[in-house]
C-alpha cells in the first residue's frame, strides 16, 4: 500500500517567505507590504512547525498501516488492529505550497515503483479552495511522468467518528478549565474561502457545520457557534462571520468566557498560532473575555488512527 499525504506546508526560514508566499499568489511576488505583513507574523510566533508535524504524521501512519497483531490474547494486550491484507505500507509528504511539493513527491513514487496510491490531505474538509487545488496539483504532476499513478481520493472525513472524539477530547480538557461552563460560548472555526466559491455550491461550510453539530451532540454542548478565520487579503468578500467579529458579537450577549476549537486545522501552525493565540486572544482581552483554545490533534495517535482507517477504507481490495 502506498499513500500521499499532503498538507499546506511552511517556509523553514525567513528568507524562504517570499518563495512560500509567492508560490501561494500561483508566481506572483506579494508586495512589499504584504511581504512584510507575513513575515512579521512569522516572527511574533516564532517558527510554525507544521512541516515536522506533517513528516511526524506520516511516520506515524505509515507505522500504524505496517502494525501486525502480536500473537497473543486479546484479553491480556487489549485491542491491537489486525494487519490489513495490503502488503507494507509506505507513506510520500507532498506540501502545497512548499517542499517536499507535491510534485516532488509524486515523482518519488513513480521513481519507486508505485502504480496505485490512495490520496489524502490532512484537513478533514472538502473545498474548492483547498482540497480541489492538491488534486489539480497531484493531476498537473502525473502528466509529467513516462506511466500513470492510480490515486484513490479521501475528499473528505468531516464526519468520521474517530475524528469527532478526538476532538471531543480536546475540548472537554478546555470545559474542566472553564470557570461557569454552563454560561460559556463555544465557538468552531476554519479557515474562510471566497464567497464566490460557496456561491458555486462549494459544500465546506455545511461540512465544517457538521463537524461542530457533532462534537456539540457528543459533548452536550449548551450553545455554539462556526466562524472563520484568516480570510485572504484579496478585494472579494470572504466567507464570516470572522472569529473577531464574532467576539464582539458574544460580549454584547453577555458572554464572559469563550472556548475555542480549531476544527478545520488538524495541526498547529501560523493560521493557528498566529490568528487565534494571539489575533483573537487579544481581542478578546480588549472586549474583556477569557478565551480558551482547545489543543490541536498534531500527530497524536487518535488522529493517525483516523488516517488509517481512511487510507485502508480507500484502498482497492
Known amino acids: 500500500?502506498?499513500?500521499?499525504?499532503?498538507?499546506?506546508?511552511?517556509?523553514?526560514?525567513?528568507?524562504?517567505?517570499?518563495?512560500?508566499?509567492?508560490?501561494?499568489?500561483?508566481?506572483?511576488?506579494?508586495?512589499?507590504?504584504?511581504?512584510?505583513?507575513?513575515?512579521?507574523?512569522?516572527?511574533?510566533?516564532?517558527?510554525?512547525?507544521?512541516?515536522?508535524?506533517?513528516?511526524?504524521?506520516?511516520?506515524?501512519?505509515?507505522?500504524?498501516?505496517?502494525?501486525?497483531?502480536?500473537?497473543?490474547?486479546?484479553?491480556?494486550?487489549?485491542?491491537?488492529?489486525?494487519?490489513?491484507?495490503?502488503?507494507?505500507a509506505r507513506v510520500y509528504v507532498g506540501t502545497k505550497h512548499w517542499h517536499p511539493s507535491i510534485g516532488e513527491a509524486v515523482a518519488a513514487m513513480h521513481e519507486d515503483g508505485v502504480r496505485r496510491a490512495v490520496a489524502i490531505v490532512a484537513a478533514p474538509h472538502y473545498s474548492?479552495?483547498?482540497?480541489?487545488?492538491?488534486?489539480?496539483?497531484?493531476?498537473?504532476?502525473?502528466?509529467?511522468?513516462?506511466?500513470?499513478?492510480?490515486?484513490?481520493?479521501?475528499?473528505?472525513?468531516?464526519?468520521?467518528?474517530?475524528?469527532?472524539?478526538?476532538?471531543?477530547?480536546?475540548?472537554?480538557?478546555?470545559?474542566?478549565?472553564?470557570?461557569?461552563?454552563?454560561?460559556?460560548?463555544?465557538?468552531?472555526?476554519?479557515?474562510s474561502i471566497p464567497l464566490s466559491a460557496v456561491e458555486k455550491g462549494d459544500p465546506y461550510p455545511r461540512q465544517v457545520e457538521k463537524t461542530a453539530e457533532l462534537i456539540a451532540k457528543r459533548l452536550a454542548?449548551?450553545?455554539?457557534?462556526?466562524?472563520?478565520?484568516?480570510?485572504?487579503?484579496?478585494?472579494?468578500p470572504w466567507l464570516g462571520p470572522d472569529i473577531n467579529e464574532l467576539l464582539r458579537t458574544l460580549r454584547e450577549e453577555g458572554y464572559e468566557e469563550v472556548a475555542v476549537q480549531a476544527v478545520g486545522f488538524p495541526a498547529d501552525h501560523l493560521e493557528v498560532f498566529y490568528d487565534l493565540d494571539l489575533e483573537a486572544q487579544a481581542s478578546a482581552r480588549e472586549l474583556g473575555l477569557r478565551l480558551l483554545r482547545a489543543r490541536s490533534l498534531n500527530a497524536d495517535l487518535d488522529y493517525i488512527q483516523v488516517l488509517r482507517d481512511l487510507v485502508e477504507a480507500a484502498w482497492p481490495r
Open 1 to 88: 500500500m502506498n499513500v500521499l499525504l499532503m498538507a499546506y506546508g511552511t517556509p523553514y526560514a525567513p528568507e524562504e517567505v517570499e518563495p512560500y508566499y509567492t508560490d501561494i499568489r500561483r508566481g506572483r511576488r506579494p508586495s512589499e507590504e504584504l511581504l512584510k505583513e507575513l513575515s512579521e507574523r512569522y516572527e511574533a510566533i516564532g517558527k510554525s512547525p507544521l512541516n515536522e508535524i506533517t513528516l511526524a504524521q506520516a511516520v506515524r501512519l505509515q507505522a500504524l498501516l505496517n502494525l501486525e497483531a502480536p500473537p497473543y490474547p486479546k484479553r491480556l494486550l487489549g485491542p491491537f488492529p489486525p494487519r490489513a491484507p495490503h502488503g507494507p
Open 128 to 191: 474548492l479552495r483547498s482540497v480541489a487545488e492538491y488534486r489539480e496539483k497531484v493531476d498537473s504532476a502525473l502528466k509529467a511522468l513516462p506511466e500513470p499513478i492510480d490515486f484513490v481520493w479521501v475528499e473528505s472525513y468531516e464526519a468520521h467518528p474517530g475524528l469527532i472524539a478526538a476532538y471531543a477530547r480536546r475540548l472537554e480538557e478546555v470545559i474542566w478549565r472553564l470557570k461557569n461552563p454552563g454560561k460559556a460560548a463555544y465557538v468552531f472555526t476554519a479557515h
Open 221 to 236: 454542548l449548551p450553545r455554539f457557534y462556526v466562524a472563520y478565520q484568516s480570510a485572504g487579503r484579496t478585494p472579494e
